[in-house]
């Protein structure tokens, strides 16, 4: 007769291993920058909206967007003759409605509010199809 303290580990031996857990992904190579764009259309209006680097975009907080390290924000509205754009890196800010630079202010918080909202939820692949490639920040 086998004691039972030796069965006992003789079956523990024979136990299947856990599997392994899968590789998590290699993190960003340092000196990489990610490009993000959105491309579409709110009524009458073509929209582009552009990131490049470390950008977090929320249309529920009070600043909207959130610029990390070096990353920058471009926001292009055509709506028939209007053009408004908005361009951010770091802590500089051009607001320009129809050609003309002013303040970034309320007006155009709530413009970019709207964008934001309106934005598809996933940006597209750069230079997809169909659709010309937009110019660099």
Do not use: Y
């Not at 031996?13 to 579409?40: C, D, I, K, M, N």
């Not at 929320?58 to 292009?76: I, N, Q």
């Amino acid at each position: 007769m086998i004691p039972r303290s030796l069965l006992l580990r003789v079956v523990a031996s024979a136990l299947p291993t856990p599997p392994t857990p899968p590789t998590p992904p290699a993190p960003p190579v340092a000196g990489t920058t990610t490009h993000e764009q959105w491309l579409f259309k709110c009524g009458a209006s073509e929209i582009e909206i552009q990131t490049t680097g470390n950008v977090t975009l929320d249309p529920e907080s009070d600043p909207m967007f959130d610029l990390h390290g070096d990353g920058t924000l471009r926001v292009r509205e055509r709506a028939r003759r209007h053009l408004r754009l908005l361009i951010a890196h770091t802590a500089d800010v051009s607001w320009t409605v129809d050609g003309k630079v002013g303040p970034f202010e309320a007006d155009g918080k709530a413009w970019l509010r709207r964008i934001l909202k309106a934005r598809p939820a996933v940006p597209v692949p750069p230079n997809p199809p169909g659709l010309p490639g937009l110019p660099e920040l």
